[in-house]
């Protein structure tokens, strides 16, 4: 039996205690590094921590009521959240003139064990509240009101994962075709009786535009029974990408595309760490070059370095290198490996199999040809004839290609035999462009290096 659950406003208040929890423990462990009784009975440090956080839980404890959010967001928001509660803790300590009775290095342990526990915590609390939605509770009942291809749409996503904690209790459309569907309970006129009936707590309206006469009814009853009203755009069908929205005087105006790369902080981030982590792979890389070099010299006659062109941002071509793989041929530029390919060396086949041919590509990332993370440059010929075939192919191409990407560790790499491979390629490359931060990069290169040492089936 399902229950909608009488503690579900006391669980946002329960991750802010484990917060606060964090904390103080964060502070004990700062403690044990250093002079423990000198700092563990400092009740005035102890007071000034606890209290900088109330501020920072009123900000950021809003994601706690988020119930579809990733979790690479929910790890930057607990690290805003800490940087905040560190610019207040310092703020006080200057306000009160104590530092002598807490060190800056002891500041700095501190903050080193937080960073580490907020994320850990606000992942482990959000997979606990999933778990415990999954199993029917704390759940929101919600009725969509019209269900054309948006409505269709929103129904899929919302019942996509129990852990979202959403109920469909009614589907509502003047059509009356729809009710073969189970969830179907009546008109557009029927919703508001329903909606009192069943105590409903969202509104979804899904009505196409030539309805939208139906649509204020529907939000002044929500208002006047504080029902939350959602509207879905009747574009969403035709644009399967987050929409963005902005002002301009009372108009609202949507934007179908954000791109964070072209924020200068984010670029700038990004580059630095391409630069970084690029210097540091090329200054261990004779490890892995130089007996990889003697072997394709020993193997098979031609060149240590493939040089090939592709296709790189802003569609501008550039060489990108590799590990020679092939015995030398003349269709490198227009055929795409296969899984048997007569072409390749059987040392190519290892070096593909565990991608080691693709770390010369670090000297294209510090050249700034590429990026560590970002789509895979396809080569010349295959740009020219996707574009042509698939609408958003090159939108891929608005940021620096990678030597890694999240359409490669979802599975979407190597040869693409059929058009949909491609395009479900694009698709995620379009995603991680326009869902880019960070720590989406951080987890795109856990798994690229997760993956190689498992074995991936379509690397060859």
């Known amino acids: ?50 209290v900088a956080y109330i501020p920072v839980s009123a900000f950021y404890s809003q994601i706690h009521n988020q119930r579809i959010v990733y979790a690479n967001h929910v790890v930057i928001t607990a690290l805003q959240s800490t940087l905040f509660h560190a610019i207040i803790f310092v703020a006080l300590l200057f306000f009160i003139n104590d530092f002598d009775r807490v060190t800056t290095a002891h500041i700095f342990v501190l903050y080193a064990f937080m960073i580490v526990l907020m994320p850990f915590w606000w992942i482990a609390a959000r997979k606990a509240l999933k778990a415990y939605r999954s199993k029917g509770y704390n759940f929101k009942k919600v009725i969509i009101v019209g269900y054309g291809r948006s409505g269709k749409m929103l129904e899929k996503a919302l019942l996509s994962d129990a852990g979202y904690g959403y109920k469909i209790v009614g589907i509502f459309d ?68 987050r929409l963005h929205f902005d002002n301009i005087g009372d108009v609202p105006v949507m934007s179908i595309r954000k791109e964070p790369l072209e924020n200068l902080s984010n670029k700038f981030i990004k580059r630095a760490f391409d630069i970084l982590f690029s210097a540091v792979a090329l200054l261990f890389s004779p490890i892995i070059f130089v007996p990889v070099a003697i072997a394709i010299k020993c193997t098979s006659p031609g060149p240590v370095f ?56 670090f000297w294209n990332v510090l050249k700034g040809d590429m990026s560590v993370v970002g789509p895979r440059p396809h080569m010349i010929k295959h740009t020219e004839d996707y574009s042509k075939l698939i609408e958003s192919y090159m939108l891929r191409h608005l940021v620096k290609p990678g030597i890694t990407g999240w359409a490669q560790v979802n599975g979407y790499r190597g040869e693409t035999k059929e058009l949909w491979q491609m395009e479900k390629r694009v698709e995620y490359d379009v995603w991680y462009i326009e869902n880019w931060d960070f720590f989406l990069d951080m987890k795109i290169i856990y798994m690229t290096i997760f993956n190689a040492l498992r074995g991936e089936k379509n690397a060859y």
């Open 1 to 50: 039996m399902t229950t909608k659950g009488r503690y579900g406003k006391y669980l946002r208040s329960l991750i802010v205690l484990g917060d606060f929890l964090c904390i103080n423990f964060a502070y004990i462990l700062a403690c044990l590094v250093f002079n423990f009784d000198e700092y563990f009975y400092n009740h005035l440090i102890w007071a000034i921590i606890n």
């Open 174 to 241: 003047d059509n009356k075709n729809y009710r073969s569907n189970p969830l179907y309970r009546g008109v557009i006129a029927d919703v508001e009786e329903f909606a009192l009936l069943k105590n409903v707590d969202e509104i979804y309206c899904a009505l196409p535009t030539p309805e939208e006469g139906k649509i204020m009814p529907l939000i002044r009853f929500a208002e006047k029974n504080a029902i939350h009203f959602f509207v879905i755009p009747g574009i969403t069908p035709y644009l399967h990408r």
């Open 306 to 361: 493939f040089r090939q062109k592709r296709t790189g941002i802003k569609g501008k071509d550039f060489y990108c290198y590799k590990f020679r793989t092939m015995r030398v041929n003349n269709d490198s530029d227009s055929l795409q490996a296969t899984q048997d390919d007569p072409r390749k060396t059987k040392l190519g086949e290892f070096l593909r199999r565990t991608s080691i041919d693709e770390l010369p590509q």
